[in-house]
């Protein structure tokens, strides 16, 4: 099958461990010229199968960190080492070679990109869950999709900034 193509990915996961936490959501963009489609995976439907089901057209997943946090938290949570099967371009390392330091929300301060979720960050995430999960609070449950919809949807408005970046004579 013809990859064609870009994947945009971002987790959200019920702490910080490998060992001991789990994967609650994985939200990925697949996009190209002639438009994109949003996919997530949550709760039970994040599985093996469903993330290569998700990716099966894809070419490049990119991420923010992801070498660091995505991509082994998928590793060792699901078995699947995404970069035996795809490009992978953390875009987190283009960001330190333009001098845009921090976390991800840090870096779409600096370069002006907008987010209507605010004030959620990834303490705010795993607690979306657990009301979710707890509760019942499907409010819960709908906040944190919609942020982790923003975090992925703003992996592509990063990598059109980065591009910009990169071109002969632009300063920033």
Known sequence: MHRQFDAYLDIETTGLSYFSDDITVIGICLANDSGSRFVQLVGGDVTSASLLRSLSRADTIYTYNGSRFDLPFIHLRLGVNLSDHFHHHDLMYDCWR???????KAVERQLNIPRRVQDIGGAEAVA?????????????????????????????ALRKKLERFSKPGYCH
């Open 98 to 104: 333009s001098n845009l330091y921090g976390g991800f």
């Open 128 to 156: 979306l869950w657990w009301r979710y999960q707890i509760d019942k609070d499907r409010k819960a449950l709908s906040l944190l999709l919609e942020y982790n919809k923003e975090d992925v949807v703003n992996l592509i």
